[in-house]
């Protein structure tokens, strides 16, 4: 797969959340491959191209990232710091938070420490896939996503 | 005699009695004086004699006065610390009488390590030095038991300023010092209280929090995927299937709220509510609008300008549940017609009455209705998870207001809060 083509990292640790959310992705057809991880300790593994990740046309670092707040291992907010620490172009990818929680701390820290949007996971499949083409229509169609250095020259739009 | 002596020292002085030729007494200071020529021969003496019955009796007033009072022990000590005079006070407080004590060390007072420890030195040191001693501590009387002492030591001085001893008030102050430490103890037992109470808390808000998270996660599975199996499968399905699949659903969102009621309740218990003036009607039009019934289904009645002093969240949840039941608890057929009417109530509260025309509660469940999980019908017939009333109860309450229903079954029920008034004529 070329890198160029729009990749969404889902990092969910619930498998029937990632399930639905996977499927009203379909349904809302979000332009991008949905990739699923199921733990914090994974996601970083994966981002960083270690291990069982190493090859990046297989896995591809991600355009956009979803990223539950409550993972096993390491939580949504260290896999977003991990990510936000980083020298190079991963820094710079957008990240969606997305959680059960609407507690304030919950919030406050995901901005803290850099997220660029947080979502609470609605309580009907019906929202969730109003919720899902909002973030369609934001992500894909109306913003840039940066720009990769050597590869990605154009956003999902184009 | 006194001439003996005024001619041996040169000098004789003495106090006394001394009779007028009337006959009357005066007390008399009087001083001989040996005269003596240029030789040294005694050739006679001079006496003088000074009326000074006014000052005798001023302080004998003085001493009795002293020597009197019972609450402060009042004695003095000469430079080194002996006592040299002692009052009824201090035979009261400290056991010692008179003949017992004068002559003794005043470092009996003390307690052993006081004692010890050179205390009475440095009372006595400090006193002359800065002209005064105020301390408060533990002293022993003459039986041996302590008592907690508050005391005054002052220098007394001669005319060219050298201290000759000194004066010492005083206080037996126990029971002031035991209401302290009573006072300090349970300041101390209700901060312990305190700290406890806020870990309780914050195990409760752990819980719920987790409780929020963890028990709706597969409540949104349950619904998701019967949602999806009726988009995506439900052609194939007959009647039977897709009445299942709605159970399925109902049961899910019922839970789904039965949980959203029971953390809104418990955290009405919890969260701190600040108050500040809440506007009723706009309160009451902004739940109406966000809930189904819309904001025109309420007929406002009354002085609706009013403003209360409330917590704004907790408000809109107690007028949330209250309205949700007026147009919920309905005879079939019937519409609904819902009055929301405000007054002025007694000791400056307000009362916001919401009026239905609904079935009623007979009066022996008016009380038992605002309690948790009280449910007066079944499911099929008004669906709820029966903690509503208990969060307007909980809500009111905390708010320092009160709640109450007055009903016709068959014709209606008025469910009344009141709450404390804003200050009248003060923008919120």
Redesign the interface.
């Known amino acids: 797969m070329r890198q160029t083509d729009p990749v969404l990292l889902l990092i969910e640790d619930d498998p029937a959340d990632a399930r639905l959310i996977q499927r009203a992705i379909e349904k809302v057809d979000i332009p991008a491959k949905v990739i699923h991880i199921s733990d914090g300790d994974k996601a970083v593994a994966y981002l960083a191209g270690e291990g069982a990740y190493a090859d990046r046309d297989q896995y591809p670092l991600p355009w956009l990232m979803m990223v539950d707040v409550k993972l096993p291992k390491r939580s949504g907010i260290e896999v977003l710091q991990w990510v936000r620490a980083q020298e190079g172009f991963i820094s710079s990818t957008p990240v969606v938070m997305f959680s059960s929680s609407s507690h304030g701390v919950d919030i406050n820290a995901a901005y803290h420490y850099g997220a660029n949007s947080y979502l609470v996971k609605p309580e009907s499949s019906h929202q969730l896939q109003s919720m899902l083409s909002l973030v369609k229509s934001y992500w894909f169609l109306v913003s840039q996503f940066p720009h990769h250095p050597d590869q990605r020259g154009k956003s999902a739009a184009n | 005699m006194e001439l003996r002596v005024a001619s041996e020292v040169g000098r004789f002085e003495d106090e006394g009695w001394r009779v007028r030729k009337d006959g009357s007494r005066f007390w008399a200071n009087v001083v001989i004086t040996a005269i003596r020529n240029k030789e040294g021969r005694l050739v006679g003496f001079g006496k003088i004699t000074r009326d000074l019955t006014e000052r005798r009796i001023a302080e004998q007033r003085y001493r009795m006065l002293v020597e009197g009072v019972k609450d402060y022990a009042i004695y003095s000590l000469d430079k080194d610390g002996t006592v040299t005079s002692w009052n009824a006070g201090a035979q009261r407080i400290k056991g010692y009488t008179a003949d017992e004590i004068v002559g003794k060390h005043f470092s009996n007072f003390y307690t052993a390590e006081d004692a010890e420890a050179g205390m009475p030195a440095r009372v006595l040191d400090t006193a002359r030095k800065e002209g005064h001693f105020e301390g408060e501590g533990w002293r022993v009387r003459k039986d041996g038991s302590r008592f907690w002492s508050s005391v005054v030591v002052t220098p007394i001085h001669d005319d060219e300023g050298n201290v000759t001893g000194f004066s010492k008030v005083t206080r037996d102050i126990t029971d002031r010092k035991k209401l302290m430490d009573d006072l300090q103890q349970h300041a101390h037992e209700l901060e312990v209280q305190m700290a406890e109470r806020e870990r309780t808390n914050a195990e409760l808000e752990a819980f719920s929090?987790s409780v929020?998270?963890d028990l709706?996660?597969?409540?949104?599975?349950i619904?998701?995927?019967a949602?999806?199996l009726e988009?995506d499968y439900g052609p194939q399905f007959d009647e039977t299937a897709k009445d299942y699949l709605n159970q399925i659903r109902s049961a899910s969102?019922r839970m789904?709220r039965l949980v959203q009621d029971l953390l809104a309740y418990g955290r009405l218990s919890r969260i701190e509510l600040v108050m500040r003036q809440v506007d009723i009607q706009a309160t009451l039009e902004s739940v109406a609008r966000e809930s189904n019934v819309g904001a025109s289904a309420l007929i406002f009645e009354g002085d609706m300008y009013r403003k209360v002093i409330a917590h704004e969240p907790t408000l809109i949840q107690v007028f949330a549940n209250l309205i949700s039941n007026a147009f919920k608890f309905q005879k079939r057929g019937t519409k609904a017609i819902v009055v929301v009417r405000t007054e002025k109530a007694e000791e400056g509260l307000v009362r916001i009455s919401v009026i239905d025309n609904g079935i009623g509660i007979a009066p022996q469940h008016r009380e038992k209705i605002f309690k948790v999980f009280e449910r007066l019908h079944g499911m099929d017939e008004f669906p709820g998870t029966g903690i509503g009333l208990a969060i307007v109860k909980r809500g009111v309450e905390r708010m320092g207001g009160r709640v109450g229903v007055d009903s016709v079954p068959g014709h209606g029920s008025t469910f009344w809060v009141e709450l404390p008034a804003a200050p009248e004529g003060q923008a919120s």
């Open positions: 929090y929020s998270h709706r996660a597969p409540l949104r599975a619904e998701g995927f949602s999806a988009e969102i789904s």
